[in-house]
């Protein structure tokens, strides 16, 4: 995302009017300080991306704010404003953190090469955080392992669906990947350079999910202190993934399925309609087709939803993969922490048999536990009990 809002501190007021006039050409909001002290204020009040500050100030000067601000908000860039008699305090400065300097007096050439850098900085630094996000998902799996009937069928619908921009529904039972599944459809798919943005329908209220997913004009409700854009736009030329769309309120649906339809929406408080291409993954645990029936979920909605139908097994429908999630969590945990616990056959076997109620997820935090809490050596089938009460014969025949 690219800068869109930064505080400007400066005891000049001529500098700090200079730069409230120039960012806004390059659609950043500003917001003005007098001294460190006020602007650190003003970020506590609402984080802002940028801050663009003087070296020298009374009472708090640039370079304790950087400090401070270093502390609070590490990823927020610091530029520091300084005239060419204290180009060393600039120089300092960026040893101790800052990511550029404006040397004094600057005009809007200056002000609109900064932000291209930072801008460029912004996006490396996105797609750094992908590739990290990216590898440690492949390393870990996360529940697309196994060779069973049910996830290569699984794999096949995955590859497929990922090569057009068709609307995707993943149902499932909590715990099974369905998460894994919308970033497969992205990472497979011609979109896999743009971004993949997604948000939890669960988390929040009507108001605020509303907001989040096309955001919202300056003053269009308290505390809109500025114009933001939403998922929807942050995810254009990419994915968008709605997990849990089954919570959303009857009249969100009606506007989702608006921006389904006619691809462009209204920010809050807003009247100007935004085109995006986005392509759409929804995720729930589930039955939407009975939820429709119960009237709480729109029919028209979910005809939308389900262009792409993807079912995720659980996993006690495939307990033949159950070794293999073991042994590949068992090899993931004990190499990031250095134990040495291995599981005997008996253990294995009681592990096998467990219905696992909480799928993936489940087994996950279970080899988690016990590679944290079994020592080092073998655990056989007492231990297991011990370390894990859950697994008692009667759970694990029912996976209750």
């Known amino acids: 995302m690219p800068i869109r809002s930064a505080v400007v501190a400066d005891d000049e007021i001529l500098n700090?009017?200079?730069?409230?006039?120039?960012?806004?050409?390059?659609?950043?909001?500003?917001?003005?300080?007098?001294?460190?002290?006020?602007?650190?204020?003003?970020?506590?009040?609402?984080?802002?991306?940028?801050?663009?500050?003087?070296?020298?100030?009374?009472?708090?000067?640039?370079?304790?704010?950087?400090?401070?601000?270093?502390?609070?908000?590490?990823?927020?860039?610091?530029?520091?404003?300084?005239?060419?008699?204290?180009?060393?305090?600039?120089?300092?400065?960026?040893?101790?953190?800052?990511?550029?300097?404006?040397?004094?007096?600057?005009?809007?050439?200056?002000?609109?090469?900064?932000?291209?850098?930072?801008?460029?900085?912004?996006?490396?630094v996105r797609t750094v955080t992908a590739l990290k996000s990216e590898a440690r998902d492949r390393h870990r799996g996360r529940g697309m392992l196994g060779d069973s009937p049910a996830m290569a069928t699984l794999r096949t619908t995955v590859e497929r669906a990922a090569r057009s921009s068709a609307t995707v529904l993943v149902r499932g039972e909590s715990g099974t990947?369905?998460?894994?599944?919308?970033?497969?459809?992205?990472?497979?798919?011609?979109?896999?350079?743009?971004?993949?943005?997604?948000?939890?329908?669960?988390?929040?209220?009507?108001?605020?999910?509303?907001?989040e997913l096309f955001g919202h004009e300056k003053?269009?409700?308290?505390?809109?202190?500025?114009?933001?854009?939403?998922?929807?736009?942050?995810?254009?030329?990419?994915?968008?993934?709605?997990?849990?769309?089954?919570?959303?309120?009857?009249?969100?649906?009606?506007?989702?399925?608006r921006v389904l339809e006619e691809r462009e929406f209204e920010r809050v408080g807003g009247g100007r309609p935004i085109k995006v291409d986005v392509r759409i993954v929804a995720t729930t645990n589930r039955d939407l087709q009975a939820e429709v029936a119960e009237r709480r979920f729109r029919e028209d909605l979910f005809y939308r939803l389900n262009v792409v139908p993807v079912m995720l097994p659980p996993l006690r429908e495939r307990l033949s993969d159950v070794a293999d999630l073991i042994a590949h969590y068992l090899a993931t945990f004990t190499a990031e922490t250095g134990a040495k616990v291995r599981l005997g056959a008996d253990a294995l076997a009681l592990l096998a048999a467990y219905r696992w109620p909480g799928n993936v997820r489940e087994l996950v935090n279970v080899v988690e536990r016990l590679v944290v809490l079994g020592g080092d050596g073998e655990l056989d089938a007492a231990t297991l009990r011990e370390l894990l009460p859950e697994l008692t014969p009667a759970r694990a025949r029912r996976g209750q």
């Open 177 to 211: 990947g369905k998460e894994l599944v919308a970033r497969a459809l992205h990472e497979q798919s011609p979109r896999a350079a743009g971004p993949f943005v997604k948000v939890n329908c669960a988390a929040l209220t009507e108001t605020l999910l509303t907001s």
């Open 219 to 257: 003053g269009s409700f308290t505390g809109a202190t500025e114009q933001r854009p939403g998922r929807f736009e942050l995810a254009d030329g990419g994915t968008l993934l709605l997990d849990e769309i089954s919570e959303i309120s009857p009249e969100l649906q009606a506007k989702l399925l």
């Open 16 to 124: 700090r009017e200079l730069l409230a006039e120039m960012l806004p050409r390059f659609q950043v909001q500003v917001r003005t300080a007098k001294d460190g002290v006020q602007a650190l204020k003003a970020l506590e009040a609402e984080p802002a991306d940028l801050l663009i500050t003087d070296v020298r100030m009374p009472g708090m000067g640039g370079l304790k704010l950087l400090a401070k601000a270093r502390e609070k908000w590490p990823e927020m860039p610091v530029v520091m404003m300084t005239a060419f008699a204290s180009v060393e305090s600039a120089v300092e400065s960026m040893r101790q953190g800052a990511y550029d300097y404006l040397m004094k007096p600057f005009g809007v050439e200056q002000v609109e090469a900064l932000l291209l850098r930072l801008n460029e900085r912004q996006q490396l």
